[in-house]
C-alpha cells in the first residue's frame, strides 16, 4: 500500500519571502509521479506541479519548485517570492504508473503574511 | 469546454435519505473517479470507472454505488445517508496515458 505523509498541518510566510512545504511517501513501486494540489477556499483543487519519478530533474513551474529526492522518498514544494493569491490548502499525492488511484496526504495550511 | 461539473453544490439530508451526486465531464476521459475530502484526511478515494461500464472500488466504497453507463456521466448513490458521510466529495477525470487529474468543483454534503 502507498502513504503519503505532511508533517506540517500549517505553515506561514511573509509575503515577498519563500517557503517549503514537506512531503514524505511510502510505495514498493519504482514508476509512479508525484503531485502538489493547492486548493483555495473556493475549494477547486489546482494542479501546482508534478513529478515523474524517473526523472531525476527536479520539476519547476515559475515561482514553484519542488526537491525530489527518490532514496529517501521525499517530495518538497518550494514557494518563492509569496504572494497573497499563495494562500490555501496544499496537498502532496502519490500516483503510481498504470494505476487510477491517487493517494493524499493531509494537506498543509498555508498563510500568508502581509 | 465545461470540464468537470458536479451538481449540487452543497445538500443537506437526514439520516436514511438517498440521493445521488452528479459528475459529468466532456473532454472525452476514459478515466473517472470520486474522492471523498474529511478535515485532516486529505481526499479518498471511493469508486473510480476506466470506462463506461466498468467500475471498481477504492478504498472507502462502503455506503456508495456508482454506475458508469456513458463516457461523460458518473454519478455517485447513497442509498440510506449516515452522519459518517458528511463531506466534501469530488469527482474527477483523466484521459489516460495522461496522468493530471481534472477535478470537480466539489459538493459539500451534509447529514443531519
Known amino acids: 500500500a502507498q502513504t503519503v505523509t505532511q508533517s506540517q498541518p500549517e505553515m506561514s510566510v511573509q509575503e515577498a519571502e519563500t517557503v517549503t512545504l514537506s512531503c514524505t511517501y511510502d510505495t514498493s513501486e519504482s514508476d509512479y509521479y508525484l503531485f502538489w494540489y493547492k486548493q483555495p477556499p473556493s475549494r477547486q483543487m489546482i494542479l501546482v506541479i508534478r513529478q515523474e519519478a524517473y526523472k531525476q530533474q527536479n520539476a519547476t513551474e515559475n515561482r514553484f519548485s519542488v526537491n525530489f529526492q527518490k532514496a529517501a522518498k521525499s517530495f518538497s514544494l518550494k514557494i518563492s517570492d509569496s504572494q497573497l493569491g499563495d494562500a490555501a490548502m496544499y496537498f502532496c499525492?502519490?500516483?503510481?504508473?498504470?494505476?487510477?488511484?491517487?493517494?493524499f496526504g493531509q494537506g498543509t495550511r498555508l498563510t500568508i503574511n502581509p | 469546454n465545461a470540464g468537470v461539473t458536479q451538481t449540487p453544490k452543497f445538500q443537506v439530508l437526514k439520516t436514511g435519505q438517498s440521493m445521488t451526486l452528479q459528475c459529468a465531464q466532456d473532454m472525452n476521459h476514459e478515466y473517472m473517479s470520486w474522492y471523498r475530502q474529511d478535515p485532516g484526511m486529505g481526499l479518498r478515494l471511493i469508486h473510480y470507472?476506466?470506462?463506461?461500464?466498468?467500475?471498481d472500488q477504492g478504498e472507502v466504497p462502503n455506503g456508495y454505488n456508482v454506475s458508469r453507463s456513458t463516457t461523460e456521466d458518473f454519478p455517485l448513490r447513497l442509498l440510506s445517508a449516515a452522519p459518517s458521510q458528511t463531506s466534501v466529495y469530488f469527482c474527477?477525470?483523466?484521459?489516460?496515458?495522461?496522468?493530471?487529474?481534472?477535478f470537480g468543483p466539489g459538493t459539500r454534503l451534509t447529514v443531519l
Open positions: 499525492a502519490l500516483r503510481l504508473q498504470g494505476a487510477q488511484k491517487l493517494v
Open positions: 474527477a477525470s483523466s484521459q489516460p496515458p495522461l496522468v493530471i487529474q481534472f
Open positions: 470507472s476506466v470506462g463506461a461500464g466498468i467500475t
